[in-house]
Protein backbone atom coordinates (compact mmCIF):
# COMPACT_ATOMS: atom_id res chain seq x y z
CA UNK A 1 0.00 0.00 0.00
CA UNK A 2 1.30 3.11 -0.78
CA UNK A 3 0.79 5.88 1.76
CA UNK A 4 1.76 8.48 -0.05
CA UNK A 5 -1.07 8.36 -2.36
CA UNK A 6 -4.56 10.43 -2.01
CA UNK A 7 -6.89 8.93 -1.98
CA UNK A 8 -5.70 5.55 -1.33
CA UNK A 9 -9.33 3.66 -1.91
CA UNK A 10 -9.18 4.52 -5.39
CA UNK A 11 -6.62 1.79 -5.81
CA UNK A 12 -8.59 -0.92 -4.48
CA UNK A 13 -8.30 -0.20 -0.87
CA UNK A 14 -10.70 0.09 2.26
CA UNK A 15 -10.71 3.54 3.59
CA UNK A 16 -11.17 2.35 6.35
CA UNK A 17 -7.78 0.07 6.37
CA UNK A 18 -6.10 2.44 5.53
CA UNK A 19 -3.13 4.32 7.82
CA UNK A 20 -4.51 7.42 9.94
CA UNK A 21 -2.52 9.84 7.93
CA UNK A 22 -4.00 8.32 4.68
CA UNK A 23 -7.24 9.26 5.66
CA UNK A 24 -6.27 12.62 6.55
CA UNK A 25 -8.76 15.28 4.45
CA UNK A 26 -11.42 12.62 4.17
CA UNK A 27 -14.74 14.43 4.15
CA UNK A 28 -16.42 13.16 7.27
CA UNK A 29 -20.12 15.01 6.22
CA UNK A 30 -22.95 15.53 3.10
CA UNK A 31 -20.86 18.43 2.33
CA UNK A 32 -17.78 19.98 3.15
CA UNK A 33 -17.52 24.25 4.57
CA UNK A 34 -14.58 26.88 3.68
CA UNK A 35 -14.18 29.68 6.32
CA UNK A 36 -11.49 32.28 6.20
CA UNK A 37 -10.58 35.55 7.94
CA UNK A 38 -8.48 37.06 5.03
CA UNK A 39 -5.15 35.94 6.27
CA UNK A 40 -5.67 31.83 6.50
CA UNK A 41 -8.95 29.96 5.38
CA UNK A 42 -9.84 25.81 6.63
CA UNK A 43 -12.19 23.72 5.34
CA UNK A 44 -14.38 22.08 7.80
CA UNK A 45 -16.54 18.74 7.87
CA UNK A 46 -13.08 17.00 7.11
CA UNK A 47 -10.82 14.69 8.74
CA UNK A 48 -7.40 15.28 10.44
CA UNK A 49 -5.13 12.68 11.49
CA UNK A 50 -2.71 14.86 13.82
CA UNK A 51 0.30 13.16 12.51
CA UNK A 52 3.27 15.40 13.30
CA UNK A 53 5.25 12.68 11.08
CA UNK A 54 4.01 11.16 8.63
CA UNK A 55 1.11 13.96 7.43
CA UNK A 56 2.24 17.34 5.44
CA UNK A 57 -1.07 19.45 6.02
CA UNK A 58 -0.95 18.72 10.09
CA UNK A 59 2.60 18.53 10.56
CA UNK A 60 2.70 22.20 9.08
CA UNK A 61 -0.14 22.99 11.47
CA UNK A 62 1.29 21.36 14.77
CA UNK A 63 5.19 22.34 14.10
CA UNK A 64 3.85 26.03 13.18
CA UNK A 65 1.98 26.60 16.98
CA UNK A 66 5.21 24.85 18.44
CA UNK A 67 7.74 26.81 16.64
CA UNK A 68 5.33 29.70 18.33
CA UNK A 69 5.61 28.22 21.46
CA UNK A 70 9.07 28.30 21.54
CA UNK A 71 9.50 31.34 20.79
CA UNK A 72 7.15 33.16 23.58
CA UNK A 73 9.56 30.81 26.10
CA UNK A 74 13.25 32.47 24.55
CA UNK A 75 11.22 36.59 24.83
CA UNK A 76 10.20 35.53 28.42
CA UNK A 77 13.27 34.46 29.49
CA UNK A 78 14.66 37.62 32.00
CA UNK A 79 18.23 36.61 31.60
CA UNK A 80 18.48 35.97 27.55
CA UNK A 81 20.66 33.25 28.26
CA UNK A 82 20.18 30.01 27.04
CA UNK A 83 22.03 26.98 25.88
CA UNK A 84 21.28 25.99 21.88
CA UNK A 85 22.48 22.63 20.41
CA UNK A 86 22.11 20.12 17.88
CA UNK A 87 23.44 16.66 18.64
CA UNK A 88 23.24 13.24 16.45
CA UNK A 89 25.49 10.18 16.30
CA UNK A 90 27.11 8.63 13.43
CA UNK A 91 25.60 7.47 10.54
CA UNK A 92 25.95 6.09 6.79
CA UNK A 93 24.26 4.50 3.99
CA UNK A 94 22.29 1.25 4.73
CA UNK A 95 21.81 2.01 8.82
CA UNK A 96 18.32 1.13 9.75
CA UNK A 97 16.43 4.35 10.53
CA UNK A 98 15.14 2.51 13.58
CA UNK A 99 18.26 1.71 15.08
CA UNK A 100 19.72 5.10 14.53
CA UNK A 101 16.69 6.52 16.15
CA UNK A 102 16.21 4.37 19.25
CA UNK A 103 20.36 5.60 19.73
CA UNK A 104 19.63 9.06 19.26
CA UNK A 105 16.38 9.13 21.63
CA UNK A 106 18.00 7.24 23.86
CA UNK A 107 21.05 8.36 24.02
CA UNK A 108 19.05 11.72 25.06
CA UNK A 109 17.43 10.26 27.88
CA UNK A 110 20.14 8.97 29.36
CA UNK A 111 21.68 12.45 29.36
CA UNK A 112 19.14 14.22 30.82
CA UNK A 113 18.79 11.88 33.57
CA UNK A 114 20.45 10.81 37.02
CA UNK A 115 22.50 12.49 39.67
CA UNK A 116 25.29 14.11 37.12
CA UNK A 117 22.43 16.00 35.18
CA UNK A 118 21.02 17.07 38.63
CA UNK A 119 24.07 18.70 39.81
CA UNK A 120 25.30 20.15 36.45
CA UNK A 121 21.43 21.43 36.30
CA UNK A 122 22.22 23.42 39.88
CA UNK A 123 25.66 24.26 38.87
CA UNK A 124 25.14 26.62 35.65
CA UNK A 125 21.32 27.35 36.32
CA UNK A 126 19.81 25.18 33.77
CA UNK A 127 15.66 25.53 34.28
CA UNK A 128 14.82 22.61 31.56
CA UNK A 129 14.93 21.94 28.02
CA UNK A 130 12.36 21.78 25.12
CA UNK A 131 13.82 18.48 22.80
CA UNK A 132 12.78 18.70 19.57
CA UNK A 133 13.91 15.53 16.57
CA UNK A 134 14.30 15.50 13.04
CA UNK A 135 15.36 13.13 10.32
CA UNK A 136 16.68 13.75 6.92
CA UNK A 137 17.92 11.50 3.99
CA UNK A 138 20.69 11.62 1.53
CA UNK A 139 21.90 8.72 -0.89
CA UNK A 140 25.35 9.18 0.58
CA UNK A 141 24.92 8.74 4.22
CA UNK A 142 21.26 7.45 4.06
CA UNK A 143 19.21 8.27 7.14
CA UNK A 144 20.12 11.32 9.69
CA UNK A 145 18.36 11.64 12.96
CA UNK A 146 19.06 14.60 15.17
CA UNK A 147 18.10 16.32 18.04
CA UNK A 148 17.77 20.45 18.57
CA UNK A 149 16.70 21.81 22.04
CA UNK A 150 16.88 24.66 23.78
CA UNK A 151 18.06 24.88 27.49
CA UNK A 152 17.03 28.17 29.18
CA UNK A 153 19.81 29.71 31.62
CA UNK A 154 18.92 31.58 35.14
CA UNK A 155 21.79 34.01 34.22
CA UNK A 156 24.10 34.31 32.02
CA UNK A 157 27.49 32.30 32.36
CA UNK A 158 31.14 33.81 31.82
CA UNK A 159 33.60 32.78 29.35
CA UNK A 160 34.82 29.70 31.81
CA UNK A 161 31.46 28.62 32.70
CA UNK A 162 30.43 28.43 29.34
CA UNK A 163 33.55 26.89 28.04
CA UNK A 164 32.64 24.34 30.92
CA UNK A 165 29.10 23.52 30.54
CA UNK A 166 29.36 22.54 26.71
CA UNK A 167 32.45 20.71 27.70
CA UNK A 168 30.25 19.10 30.28
CA UNK A 169 27.43 18.61 28.01
CA UNK A 170 29.33 17.22 24.63
CA UNK A 171 31.25 14.35 26.88
CA UNK A 172 27.79 13.40 28.80
CA UNK A 173 26.50 13.00 25.22
CA UNK A 174 28.86 11.02 23.98
CA UNK A 175 29.09 8.85 27.18
CA UNK A 176 25.67 8.14 27.08
CA UNK A 177 25.60 7.22 23.10
CA UNK A 178 28.80 4.81 23.74
CA UNK A 179 26.36 2.67 26.36
CA UNK A 180 23.89 2.76 24.35
CA UNK A 181 25.73 1.72 21.54
CA UNK A 182 26.96 -1.66 22.79
CA UNK A 183 23.68 -2.96 22.10
CA UNK A 184 24.13 -2.34 17.87
CA UNK A 185 27.19 -4.19 17.49
CA UNK A 186 29.51 -3.92 14.50
CA UNK A 187 27.41 -0.72 13.74
CA UNK A 188 29.61 2.51 14.39
CA UNK A 189 27.56 5.16 15.89
CA UNK A 190 29.71 7.01 18.14
CA UNK A 191 29.51 10.78 18.13
CA UNK A 192 32.63 13.36 17.67
CA UNK A 193 33.48 16.77 17.44
CA UNK A 194 32.85 16.17 13.80
CA UNK A 195 30.30 14.30 13.10
CA UNK A 196 27.62 14.55 15.96
CA UNK A 197 27.56 17.47 18.11
CA UNK A 198 27.05 21.20 17.61
CA UNK A 199 26.86 23.80 21.29
CA UNK A 200 26.34 27.22 21.55
CA UNK A 201 25.88 29.27 24.40
CA UNK A 202 24.16 32.55 23.67
CA UNK A 203 23.77 35.14 26.72
CA UNK A 204 20.95 37.79 24.97
CA UNK A 205 18.68 38.99 23.06
CA UNK A 206 21.07 39.57 20.01
CA UNK A 207 23.25 36.97 20.19
CA UNK A 208 20.32 34.91 20.20
CA UNK A 209 18.63 36.16 17.36
CA UNK A 210 22.70 36.26 15.36
CA UNK A 211 22.66 32.00 15.77
CA UNK A 212 18.87 31.86 14.69
CA UNK A 213 19.83 33.51 11.21
CA UNK A 214 23.23 31.73 11.36
CA UNK A 215 21.59 28.58 11.17
CA UNK A 216 18.50 28.30 10.10
CA UNK A 217 17.28 27.98 6.32
CA UNK A 218 13.94 29.11 7.41
CA UNK A 219 12.49 32.04 5.14
CA UNK A 220 10.23 33.76 7.28
CA UNK A 221 11.07 36.60 9.69
CA UNK A 222 14.52 37.02 10.66
CA UNK A 223 14.88 37.10 14.52
CA UNK A 224 13.55 35.43 17.17
CA UNK A 225 10.78 33.60 15.75
CA UNK A 226 13.52 31.33 13.99
CA UNK A 227 14.97 30.20 16.65
CA UNK A 228 11.65 28.97 17.79
CA UNK A 229 11.45 27.55 13.51
CA UNK A 230 14.75 25.70 14.06
CA UNK A 231 13.73 23.71 16.96
CA UNK A 232 10.30 23.01 15.47
CA UNK A 233 9.57 23.51 11.80
CA UNK A 234 11.58 20.12 10.83
CA UNK A 235 8.75 20.02 7.53
CA UNK A 236 10.19 23.19 6.07
CA UNK A 237 14.08 22.60 6.26
CA UNK A 238 16.07 19.98 4.22
CA UNK A 239 19.30 18.69 5.68
CA UNK A 240 22.30 20.75 6.03
CA UNK A 241 24.12 18.51 3.33
CA UNK A 242 24.10 18.55 -0.28
CA UNK A 243 21.80 15.87 -1.30
CA UNK A 244 20.33 16.07 1.87
CA UNK A 245 16.20 16.58 2.52
CA UNK A 246 13.50 15.78 4.73
CA UNK A 247 11.53 12.96 4.81
CA UNK A 248 8.31 14.80 2.79
CA UNK A 249 10.65 15.46 -0.32
CA UNK A 250 10.69 11.77 -0.84
CA UNK A 251 7.05 11.74 -2.10
CA UNK A 252 8.13 13.93 -4.69
CA UNK A 253 8.67 12.30 -7.99
CA UNK A 254 12.41 11.54 -8.92
CA UNK A 255 13.55 13.50 -5.91
CA UNK A 256 17.48 12.43 -5.09
CA UNK A 257 17.13 9.83 -8.74
CA UNK A 258 15.63 7.76 -6.29
CA UNK A 259 12.72 5.34 -8.23
CA UNK A 260 9.39 4.96 -7.26
CA UNK A 261 10.35 1.89 -5.50
CA UNK A 262 12.93 3.17 -3.69
CA UNK A 263 11.50 6.15 -2.55
CA UNK A 264 8.19 4.43 -1.23
CA UNK A 265 10.35 1.90 0.38
CA UNK A 266 12.27 4.60 2.33
CA UNK A 267 9.09 6.22 2.98
CA UNK A 268 7.53 3.18 4.79
CA UNK A 269 10.50 2.42 6.81
CA UNK A 270 10.32 6.26 7.98
CA UNK A 271 6.88 5.85 8.88
CA UNK A 272 7.10 2.53 10.51
CA UNK A 273 10.17 4.30 12.76
CA UNK A 274 8.66 7.28 13.60
CA UNK A 275 4.69 5.91 14.32
CA UNK A 276 4.14 6.63 17.89
CA UNK A 277 7.25 8.95 18.95
CA UNK A 278 6.96 12.08 20.95
CA UNK A 279 8.97 14.96 18.35
CA UNK A 280 8.69 17.83 20.48
CA UNK A 281 8.77 17.54 24.44
CA UNK A 282 9.18 20.31 27.24
CA UNK A 283 11.30 18.76 30.15
CA UNK A 284 9.02 18.59 33.83
CA UNK A 285 7.68 22.32 35.09
CA UNK A 286 9.41 24.33 32.11
CA UNK A 287 6.30 25.15 30.35
CA UNK A 288 4.37 26.44 33.63
CA UNK A 289 7.36 28.40 34.23
CA UNK A 290 6.74 30.46 31.47
CA UNK A 291 2.77 30.58 31.11
CA UNK A 292 3.00 28.18 27.89
CA UNK A 293 -0.07 26.48 27.81
CA UNK A 294 0.15 22.75 26.84
CA UNK A 295 -2.20 21.57 24.14
CA UNK A 296 -1.89 18.01 22.25
CA UNK A 297 -1.06 17.60 18.53
CA UNK A 298 -4.47 16.48 17.85
CA UNK A 299 -5.99 19.60 19.77
CA UNK A 300 -4.24 22.01 17.67
CA UNK A 301 -5.19 20.31 14.12
CA UNK A 302 -9.25 20.40 15.35
CA UNK A 303 -8.70 24.10 16.27
CA UNK A 304 -7.13 24.55 12.74
CA UNK A 305 -9.99 22.75 11.45
CA UNK A 306 -12.60 24.93 13.43
CA UNK A 307 -11.66 28.23 13.20
CA UNK A 308 -13.29 31.20 14.91
CA UNK A 309 -14.76 32.65 11.50
CA UNK A 310 -18.17 31.45 10.07
CA UNK A 311 -18.34 28.93 7.58
CA UNK A 312 -19.05 31.28 4.06
CA UNK A 313 -18.64 28.64 1.46
CA UNK A 314 -20.72 24.91 1.08
CA UNK A 315 -19.02 22.41 -1.79
CA UNK A 316 -20.64 19.47 -3.06
CA UNK A 317 -19.24 15.61 -0.99
CA UNK A 318 -18.68 14.31 -4.17
CA UNK A 319 -16.76 17.45 -6.05
CA UNK A 320 -14.19 17.67 -2.99
CA UNK A 321 -13.46 13.77 -2.94
CA UNK A 322 -12.92 13.58 -6.59
CA UNK A 323 -10.34 16.91 -6.33
CA UNK A 324 -9.11 15.36 -3.52
CA UNK A 325 -8.10 11.82 -4.87
CA UNK A 326 -7.45 13.59 -8.27
CA UNK A 327 -5.81 16.87 -8.00
CA UNK A 328 -5.57 17.86 -4.17
CA UNK A 329 -3.10 20.52 -5.28
CA UNK A 330 -6.28 22.47 -6.43
CA UNK A 331 -7.66 22.20 -3.16
CA UNK A 332 -4.55 24.51 -1.57
CA UNK A 333 -5.45 26.83 -4.55
CA UNK A 334 -8.95 26.98 -3.63
CA UNK A 335 -7.98 27.83 0.22
CA UNK A 336 -5.35 30.72 -0.93
CA UNK A 337 -8.50 32.17 -3.25
CA UNK A 338 -10.64 31.90 -0.50
CA UNK A 339 -7.95 33.98 1.52
CA UNK A 340 -8.40 36.75 -1.46
CA UNK A 341 -11.97 36.26 -1.23
CA UNK A 342 -12.16 35.17 -5.09
CA UNK A 343 -15.17 33.85 -4.36
CA UNK A 344 -15.23 32.96 -8.76
CA UNK A 345 -12.39 30.83 -8.47
CA UNK A 346 -13.34 28.39 -5.59
CA UNK A 347 -16.78 28.08 -7.25
CA UNK A 348 -15.32 27.07 -10.55
CA UNK A 349 -13.08 24.46 -8.83
CA UNK A 350 -15.95 23.63 -6.42
CA UNK A 351 -18.83 23.71 -7.80
CA UNK A 352 -21.19 25.02 -4.59
CA UNK A 353 -22.71 27.80 -2.99
CA UNK A 354 -21.40 31.45 -1.74
CA UNK A 355 -23.42 31.70 1.74
CA UNK A 356 -25.30 34.70 2.50
CA UNK A 357 -24.36 36.96 6.15
CA UNK A 358 -28.29 35.11 7.19
CA UNK A 359 -27.21 31.31 6.07
CA UNK A 360 -23.80 31.78 7.53
CA UNK A 361 -25.95 33.02 10.70
CA UNK A 362 -28.03 30.14 10.68
CA UNK A 363 -25.26 27.33 10.47
CA UNK A 364 -23.43 29.00 13.64
CA UNK A 365 -26.66 28.96 15.50
CA UNK A 366 -27.19 25.31 14.69
CA UNK A 367 -30.82 26.07 12.94
CA UNK A 368 -29.21 24.17 9.29
CA UNK A 369 -26.33 22.20 8.27
CA UNK A 370 -24.01 22.87 5.24
CA UNK A 371 -25.98 20.49 3.39
CA UNK A 372 -29.26 22.51 3.16
CA UNK A 373 -28.10 25.28 1.11
CA UNK A 374 -26.41 23.18 -1.63
CA UNK A 375 -28.68 22.43 -4.66
CA UNK A 376 -30.98 19.09 -4.72
CA UNK A 377 -30.11 16.75 -6.81
CA UNK A 378 -32.46 15.55 -9.37
Known amino acids: MMIRWHGGESKGFDPLSLPRCAKCGMSVKSAVGISTN ?21 SGIIRTARADEVSKMVERN ?56 EVTYSRGNGWHPHIHFIMPLDAPLSGEEAQALRTWLIDRWRSMVMRVAKKYGDWDIRPDDAHGIDLQVKHDYKACEKAAEYITKWQADKGMAELGMEIARGDVKGGRAAGSINPFQLLDEGMLGLSDSQR ?35 DLVTAEDKPEELVEYVAPRRVYERLRKTAPALLADV ?3 AER ?19 QDMLADGEAHMFDFLPKRE
Open 38 to 58: GKRSAFSGVMRCGSIWACPVC
Open 341 to 359: CDWAFVDSVLHGVHLTDAQ
Open 264 to 298: DALWHEYYAATMRRRCITWSRGLRERYEVEEVEDE
Open 78 to 133: ASGALVFGTLTVRHHAGMPLQMLLDAVMAGWQKMVTGSPWKRMRQRYGVQGYVRAT
Open 335 to 337: LEA
